[in-house]
Structure formats: structure tokens, C-alpha cells
């Protein structure tokens, strides 16, 4: 988001009105920095558990009231772009995630009463007061709680939700990559397989920052190439099935430039960088031995295990039929570094300087009320200032 101030004549010179822009992509320089100075204290592993946390607590919570995978999938990107301009010692991630989820049940007409996300969350949350409850579905009867704890929740929600709104400017428009999967995955004669596991690939990118980096479309083709290196990797040479193209074909066509960048119009060093992201995710997944949930299909939580143990059970993303390893991912990923690109320039949207655009003049103004706000959906320059 960039401000601009318009400051009238009153002696104290406070903002008359205010000019947001929405940001809907940020370069992985920007990510980094907004990253980088939101995580405090913390260690980036204790970063990413707390981030794959959420995300699983997310999964768990879309599982059990039956959202749709897009649903689940914009809460989780509501959730990481949250945290670019909010300090995570500032909030339970249980907080930001139940309001990540109301915003994205909004702008998907899933929408669901904030007491209804609440009964389904404490049911995530505290599986030994979901045994004891009488509802049908499983979920906490909110009568039999403390009205104060649940109407102190319920405006907590509420108060992260409009930090949300103002973090997105109020954009509700919200594309997802799946459907080009199917698309891009027939332009390339892919294999219905390799297309199912480029789809659970792109599930999967939504537990990292890639989706506030690179635009669906490109998501999407970056999935496939993915699973075409997965398949394809120390693996014996396939000849297709039904006339479809080889997965080490689609792999070596989309690893090097090419007439398929202006076609899809995406890049191979984009394509790199998701792959070493999802990669990463993988290995964090074989290397959790307590991550048994599959991303496509997760479980919802049993009362008789602990929440904490359900929380290891979300944390990670694994694929039951996958035949890797933790060491022969890491031999995809030496193998990738010998012969990718050079990483592709991304100039920042208004500044060259990620620091220089993200100043933090803008945060404290966020949830405040003072002076007129005018929130544009297009990033500066796409929508004249006044």
C-alpha cells in the first residue's frame, strides 16, 4: 500500500485525507524487507512454524464446516499478507487466522455468522470441549460457555477483520490458480496424473508467501513444472500415456526460455523460484515425521488427541503417494542450482527501494479514524492521484 497525504490548513497539520493504493503483488525484495521487519524477535524457522501453524489451523477449520479449497486458500493469503504490515508478537495467530477466514468466506459468498466460525474454531482448538458438547456437528454450543470469553473473541474478529479490509484496500476481487492448472496442464499435454499433482502442488503454495509474489496464472504454470520435476526426477524414463507428453519433457520445455514465456505469459526464473519454494515446503513436510495430513484432503480433528497434537498433524502439508525422500529432494534442489537462471530483476510498484516505499508511515494509520481515506484498487499510477 502507498499513502499519500493531502493536508489541509489547520494549525496542526494532520492529514485532511488519505490516498491508499492496492498492492496486489509485491517483488520477493519487498517480501523480504516487509518480512524481515514484522518478525521481531523471532527466528525465521520460528516464523515459518507459526506460519504453516496457521495455515494447518486454517485447513482444519475449512475441513470440518466444508468450505471450498478457494475459500481456504484466500484465507491463507489473507493471513500472510496480514503480516507484512503487522507485527506477529502483536497477535495470536488464531486470531488473525479466524479473521483471515470471515474476510475470505466474504469475498467467495461462503460466508458464515463470526459466532458460527467461533463454535468451529474452539471445536479445532479445544477437542476436549468439542467431546462433551451435544451439537450435531461436533462443534462447541456457545450457550455453554462464558458469554463474556465468546463476545470478547467475537470482537476481536471483528477488529482484526477491518485490518484486514484496510490491508487489501477493500479489494474483494480474488483469482485463484486452479483453474489454470487444467487449462495449462491440457495446452501441454500433460498427463491426467502429473495434472492432479500440479493441482495439489498449488494447494500447496498458499502455505508459502508465493501467492502475494506471482499472479495465478504464473502459480499455476510453476505448479506444473513442479510436478513434471517431481515425476520425473531419478525416475525411469516415461514414454506417455495416451499420447501425452513425458513428464522429463514438460520439465526440460518449461526449465529453459523459450516461446512458452510470451504464450503463458510467465518467466523461468519465476518458475525456479516457486519450485525451490515448494520444494522447501516438501522437505519441511519429510522431515516432520508427525505431518501425516494430506493438503488436498485434510482431516478433521479427533477429540481424543490433543490440540497440540492436532496442530502437528496440520503443520505440514505430505503427499502419502509421494516416493521422495528428504536426501533425494535435496538432490533435485543441487541438481536445479547447477543450471537455473539468473534471478530476474522485479521493479517495486512506485520505488526502487523496497525500505523507501514501505517506511511504515502508512501502519500507523491503519485502523484508524482520523481524516478521510480514500482506498484505490489499482497500485499508484494505474488510477490518477488527487
Keep these: 500500500m502507498d499513502v499519500i497525504h493531502s493536508r489541509g490548513q489547520s494549525p496542526t497539520h494532520l492529514p485532511a485525507s488519505l490516498i491508499k493504493h492496492h ?67 502483536d497477535f495470536n495467530y488464531h486470531d488473525v ?115 502475494v509474489q506471482y499472479p495465478p496464472h504464473t502459480i499455476a504454470l510453476g505448479s506444473i513444472y513442479v510436478a513434471a520435476l517431481l515425476s520425473s526426477f531419478e525416475q525411469p524414463v516415461s514414454l506417455g500415456q495416451d499420447d501425452c507428453c513425458p513428464s522429463q519433457d514438460i520439465a526440460a520445455y518449461l526449465g529453459k526460455h523459450g516461446d512458452w514465456e510470451k504464450r503463458f505469459q510467465s518467466q523461468v526464473e519465476d518458475l525456479e523460484v516457486i519450485a525451490h519454494a515448494v520444494i522447501d515446503l516438501i522437505l519441511g513436510s519429510t522431515q516432520n515425521q508427525s505431518a501425516n495430513t494430506s493438503p488436498s484432503t485434510p482431516s478433521s480433528p479427533s477429540p481424543h488427541l490433543s490440540s497440540r497434537h492436532q496442530y502437528e498433524k496440520q503443520a505440514y502439508p505430505q503427499y502419502a503417494s509421494s516416493p521422495y525422500n528428504a536426501d533425494q529432494l535435496i538432490r533435485l534442489k543441487i541438481v536445479m542450482r547447477e543450471t537455473e537462471h539468473p534471478p530476474r530483476t522485479r521493479q517495486p510498484l512506485g520505488n526502487a527501494d523496497p525500505s523507501a516505499l514501505y517506511g511504515g508511515d502508512d501502519i500507523p494509520l491503519l485502523g484508524r479514524n482520523e481524516g478521510t481515506v480514500r482506498f484505490l484498487f489499482g497500485p499508484p499510477g494505474s488510477v490518477p492521484s488527487v
Aim: charged share 25%; hydrophobic share 40%.
Design 23 to 89: 498492492h496486489p503483488y509485491f517483488t520477493p525484495a519487498e517480501v523480504k524487507y516487509l518480512s524481515e521487519k514484522q518478525r521481531g524477535k523471532l527466528t525465521e524457522t520460528q516464523e515459518e512454524k507459526t506460519r504453516q501453524s496457521a495455515c494447518g489451523f486454517l485447513e482444519a477449520l475449512g475441513a470440518r464446516v466444508g468450505f471450498p479449497r478457494r475459500t481456504i486458500a484466500t484465507a491463507q493469503n489473507l493471513y500472510h499478507r496480514f503480516h507484512l504490515f503487522f507485527p506477529r508478537k
Design 97 to 211: 487466522s479466524l479473521a483471515a477466514l470471515y474476510v475470505s468466506t466474504k469475498m467467495h459468498d461462503t460466508l458464515k455468522k463470526p459466532r458460527e466460525l467461533l463454535a468451529v474454531s474452539y471445536a479445532v482448538r479445544f477437542p476436549e470441549l468439542a467431546a462433551k458438547s451435544k451439537h450435531p456437528g461436533g462443534d462447541v454450543d456457545l450457550d455453554m460457555m462464558d458469554p463474556q470469553v465468546v463476545e470478547r473473541d467475537r470482537q476481536r474478529l471483528l477488529a482484526i477483520e477491518r485490518l484486514i479490509l484496510e490491508t487489501i484496500c477493500f479489494n474483494f476481487t480474488s483469482r485463484m490458480p486452479f483453474p489454470y492448472v487444467i487449462k495449462m496442464g491440457r495446452a501441454l499435454n500433460a498427463t491426467k496424473k502429473l495434472t492432479q499433482l500440479a493441482w495439489r502442488l498449488a494447494v500447496d503454495c498458499y502455505r508459502t508467501l508465493l501467492p
